[in-house]
């Protein structure tokens, strides 16, 4: 199993708590999922026992445990290798955005908002509490822990202002009196070696304090004149020899300063457009430097050239569709618009550039006899794209409305949408050649082998046969048998031309035979899923069929001669639900589902 795990999820406004590990690993949430990826290698490890949307997960310095919290205050600790173990779960508080490790590994504190407790101190094996973090009036959006005796633990919150808590149980610092950042306080570190507290700010400012006595004088660096020149800072790191820090700003640059002069020594430029490559997270760790864009890109930094070493793109949204293209290149595209290009040999992966479908929803994609692959979305258009190239398809063909799903011809590039508003419309020489107006809803759709004839589904439970004359279309006397009752999601063809598969929201499975006039092969249809069937597809030998399902599964049917049921494989997949999948050859399965994974079997 390979998997290509989605990147961190970002909001406009907010830093993203993203942590390494000595490792070499770097966990970051999405959804309601905690993934934890290594920068070496294709290791993913996946956390799902959140039942809402995780704001913060961290690595305990020995590299063995993780802490993460939700929108609902639920903390989980658990073992880094083996996600299903959670050493402990509690309430911290109303809601938690970031949790810190004490340095040996054996306290957290999970900060957020509440009342009366914006955040809690506890030992990682017990909900015992540790002393009181109360310096706050507002919600805490920051919080670390120094690296040595004695504890101390520093905040940030909305009521810009900074706290430092000593000892153990945490006692605040009253002493302590924080410089005042006129805008937000986002970020709050120690230094690894604790000699020293760095505070960095919405208003641009940082400022730098003694680790032992914060009371003491501090270092003021950026502001409006130097930096990043009064761009909202929204991430920092501390280098791990403690000589310089490194900070993410909405000025979409990653700068490194020296401590010492208090001045830039590097500045690295992620990217030009408006606001999609604010800086909004970094990890600094022995051998990278990573940044995390708005747009939830991970970059690797080289530091002498001050150019990315690696960009690592992907999905930030649901993933909606996958395609192959020639050799080992696959791609994918979710509900924000973005398409994806992926080496399934690397693991590498790149943004086609352009507006796409304008931010909407990408409802299918399908790769044509000419190799250009061609998308539909919710800005009622299709548009095709060259997989080699590096732009996405720029010229919009209208559809004539929503459309539900795309099929496309096998000897051609024709292409069928099915419309939403009760129209099929045929597009042809990238333009719309045909539209037939029926009086059903068309969900989906796939032409036989030979593309003679168009199989369409609908939200009945009926399928409709149509035969193809260039690009026009006239219903066919060809009856598929089998009866599902309820909406049709997928329909396949097998690649021999002789079978027909269709499944949907019934559960059921009809095959049926081109040869015997539409006849149902496996008796009363097979129904193995405990939930709607999304897609399915025939292996490229025709020998093996994979439907997959919103019961988290999918299910390779091996036997499609005597059409047994027990000659099936069942496989637990994506947390979530399983959307979508296809062949990569006759052994191996790409999936995707509510986990915004692609997955390799």
């Known amino acids: 199993e390979i998997i290509l795990p989605p990147l961190p999820e970002t909001k406009r406004g907010f830093s993203v708590q993203i942590c390494g590990s000595k490792n070499n690993e770097i966990a970051y949430c999405n959804g309601r999922f905690v993934f934890i990826r290594s920068l070496v290698d294709t290791k993913v490890t996946i956390f799902s026992k959140h039942l809402h949307k995780v704001n913060a997960a961290t690595i305990s310095p020995n590299g063995n445990w993780v802490a993460s919290g939700d929108e609902t205050g639920q903390v989980y600790v658990w073992d880094i290798t083996r996600p299903d173990i959670t050493k402990n779960e509690l309430m911290a508080c109303r809601k938690v955005n970031c ?3 004490s340095f040996d590994s054996r306290r957290v504190c999970a900060a957020g908002d509440g009342n009366p407790n914006r955040a809690k101190v506890f030992p990682y094996d017990s909900g015992n509490s540790c002393g009181k973090v109360d310096g706050h009036t507002a919600q805490i959006i920051s919080c670390d822990w120094n690296g040595k005796r004695p504890f101390r633990l520093a905040t940030s919150g909305e009521d810009l202002c900074v706290s430092v808590y000593e000892n153990v149980p945490v006692k605040q610092n009253l002493d302590f009196e924080g410089e005042d950042h006129i805008k937000y306080c986002n970020s709050v570190k120690y230094s690894p ?5 760095a505070t960095a700010g919405a208003d641009s400012k940082i400022f730098i304090y003694d680790g032992k006595k914060p009371e003491a004088p501090v270092k003021k660096m950026g502001g409006k004149k130097k930096g990043h020149k009064g ?3 929204y991430s920092l790191v501390w280098s791990p020899d403690s000589k310089m820090l490194a900070t993410g700003s909405a000025d979409k640059t990653v700068k490194v300063w020296d401590v010492e002069s208090k001045s830039v020594v590097k500045t690295f430029v992620a990217g030009e457009k408006s606001h999609e490559f604010f800086q909004v997270g970094l990890v600094w760790l022995e051998k990278f430097l990573l940044s995390v864009s708005l747009n939830g890109s991970l970059t690797l930094w080289d530091f002498e050239s001050e150019k990315p070493t690696k960009r690592i793109c ?8 996958i395609a192959l293209s020639e050799g080992s290149t696959l791609l994918s595209a979710d509900c924000a618009s973005k398409l994806t290009k992926w080496d399934l040999k690397t693991g590498d992966s790149e943004w086609f550039e352009g507006e796409g479908h ?13 190799g250009l692959i061609a998308t539909v979305g919710t800005d009622d258009s299709l548009r095709l794209t060259d997989p080699k190239g590096s732009a996405f398809g720029s010229d919009p063909i209208p559809v004539g409305g929503f459309p539900n799903g795309l099929a496309a011809a096998n000897s051609k590039d024709l292409m069928a949408v099915f419309i939403d508003q009760g129209k099929i419309s045929m597009v042809e020489d990238k333009k719309a050649a045909f539209t037939l107006s029926v009086d059903y809803k068309p969900i989906c759709g796939s032409f036989t082998m030979d593309d003679k004839m168009l199989l369409v589904g609908d939200e009945t439970g009926t399928t409709h046969c149509y035969s193809v004359d260039g690009s026009k279309l006239t219903e066919s006397d060809f009856k598929l048998g089998g009866t599902h009752g309820r909406a049709i999601k997928t329909i396949a063809c097998s690649p021999d031309g002789k079978l027909i598969a269709t499944a949907g929201s019934s559960k059921k499975i009809h095959i049926t035979s081109t040869a015997k006039g539409g006849e149902t092969l496996n008796s009363f249809g097979w129904e193995y899923h405990n939930a709607c069937i999304n897609s399915m597809a025939f292996s490229p030998d025709s020998s093996k069929l994979v439907t997959v399902s919103m019961d988290e599964t999918i299910i390779i ?8 049921p027990k000659s099936r494989e069942c496989i637990p997949c994506h947390v979530s639900g399983v959307t979508g999948a296809l062949w990569l050859d006759n052994d191996s399965i790409i999936t995707f589902g509510g986990d915004n994974c692609i997955k390799m079997w």
């Open 99 to 101: 949790i810190c490790w």
């Open 193 to 197: 070696d604790s000699t020293m507290l």
């Open 231 to 233: 761009s909202a800072i």
């Open 314 to 321: 992907g999905h930030r949204a649901k993933i909606s569709a």
């Open 358 to 370: 304008k931010e909407r929803f990408i409802t299918g994609m399908k790769t044509l006899k000419s």
């Open 557 to 564: 049917w091996k036997d499609l001669e005597k059409f047994e």
